[in-house]
């Protein structure tokens, strides 16, 4: 059955460092997310893509962040200049279509920042 | 901004037990998911609902629109149900999630 991956599975890193997170969404999706979870909060929401540019993002996603397709399977999330508040659990995720669809998620990252 | 609110926060059940956790929310919504959260920090969709009621196997979610109301159910439970269900909804501001109920169902 098709699935979303995501590497690394645990990245530490300093405070200050740029991070990339990868993720492979299933090949005939059309639309991905990221989403954290800090430790022991609940899921939230980062942002949508679709067709090569964000479609929707919630206010945590700022200049910090950003998202890119550098090529037909991987889905990236780019975390600049990494904050000791960043440390979280970060999922992808996929669907069919659009936000309402069921999304398909990846087993998720944990970031860690020291 | 919508709320999302679930109930029970944490719920412990013996096998076999009927288990009903509800979800309620503040401003329509186009669509809401149920997702299981497994111990290792996994996270498998399990309905997605804009009316009406969905079943898959041993699984039931009902939505009220008007009452902007959710339940989800579980028949004939089992030690492997065990796990963080949460409730997110679809509205005008992307995805937002409720905190999860954290069901234990003891053998």
């Known amino acids: 059955e098709p699935e979303v991956t995501q590497t690394p599975s645990h990245q530490v890193t300093q405070m200050g460092q740029e991070v990339i997170l990868r993720c492979v969404p299933i090949?005939?999706?059309?639309?991905f997310y990221w989403y954290r979870q800090i430790l022991g909060q609940k899921v939230e929401f980062l942002v949508s893509f679709y067709n090569n540019e964000i479609s929707e993002k919630s206010e945590i996603f700022d200049d910090q962040f950003s998202v890119e397709r550098p090529d037909g399977s991987n889905f990236t999330l780019k975390i600049r200049s990494t904050k000791l508040e960043d440390s979280a659990m970060y999922f992808c995720?996929?669907?069919?279509?659009?936000?309402?669809?069921?999304?398909?998620f990846g087993p998720g990252t944990r970031l860690t920042v020291t | 901004k919508n709320e999302v609110e679930q109930s029970p926060q944490n719920l412990t059940a013996q096998e076999g037990e009927f288990i009903t956790i509800n979800c309620s929310y503040s401003?329509?919504?186009?669509?809401l998911h149920w997702l299981q959260q497994h111990p290792g920090g996994g996270i498998v969709s399990l309905f997605m609902l804009s009316s009406g009621k969905k079943k898959h196997g041993r699984l039931i979610a009902t939505i009220n629109i008007q009452e902007k109301h959710s339940s989800l159910h579980i028949t004939a439970s089992h030690p492997r149900d065990s796990a963080v269900y949460i409730c997110a909804v679809r509205g005008a501001d992307g995805l937002t999630f409720g905190k999860g109920t954290h069901l234990i169902i003891q053998p």
């Open positions: 090949s005939n999706h059309l639309y």
């Open positions: 995720a996929s669907s069919e279509w659009g936000l309402a669809a069921e999304q398909y």
């Open positions: 401003v329509g919504i186009s669509a």
